[in-house]
């Protein structure tokens, strides 16, 4: 059995808060990463109110079970990985409607983020017909099983280190590749000489990302609809060294 705990949630000391951060991480032990990953949001969006949760195992029957390696911290299957986006994008999904509706914020003034395992709950979410927030963020994520469709209105960054044990860095750019591909909106950029995918270099990338990536529904709603698709994958650009 696994269970959602809220770890911290800070809010802005005037209380005008006009956006909202949920940070889904699996492993307490990232703590020190999760710290800098909270002071950055809280220094660059002043208004912004931040929930840190753990997806905790708090009992497992079968120590080979994905509840159990989670709870070991160790690398799930593919199956497994399945089996707990299955198991627990519901519950998720019930989090982050509460939340939205406590601080009274909207999806498009949401931002969701998943590390590693539960990065690939968080990306479910992103799968579904009506958005749950306007930016999704993951750091050494995958998805379960690849979307057929995504909302322009939602824009993914996928942020990932060359190392990560957990989840390899060609689920990253073949990822990017599947998203331009339907037609979505991702970025990915990819921290070099890296064994931890919320490595604070990547932290600080999110933070770029969100203050200088302009939605790609913008330029085509600019540019007045559809335009010709070009195949893109991660340039020199989106490698951190």
Known sequence: MTDLVTERILVPGNNDI???????????????????????????????????????AVHACKPDSWEGKLLQGLVLSEQEIAQMVAESHEKYLALVNSKQQEFGLAPEATALIGVNYAGSVVLELS?????????????????????E????????????????????????????????KIQGDATVDIANKTKNSLDPVLSKRMI??????????????????ERELRETGPSGDDTIH
């Open 208 to 225: 770029e990302r969100l203050l200088t990536c302009v939605p790609l529904r913008y330029w085509r709603d600019a540019e007045g609809g």
């Open 18 to 56: 006009r956006q909202l951060f949920i940070v889904f991480l699996d492993d307490i032990r990232q703590k020190e990463n999760l710290d800098v990953l909270v002071e950055q949001i809280c220094k660059s969006f002043e208004n912004a109110a931040v929930v840190a949760v753990c997806h905790y």
């Open 127 to 147: 799968k579904l017909e009506t958005i749950q927030a306007g930016r999704i963020i993951t750091f050494g994520a995958r998805y379960a099983s690849l979307p």
């Open 149 to 180: 469709s995504l909302s322009l209105e939602q824009t993914i960054h996928l942020l990932h280190a060359d190392e990560d044990e957990k989840v390899k860095i060609h689920f990253a750019s073949d990822t990017h590749a599947h998203i331009s």
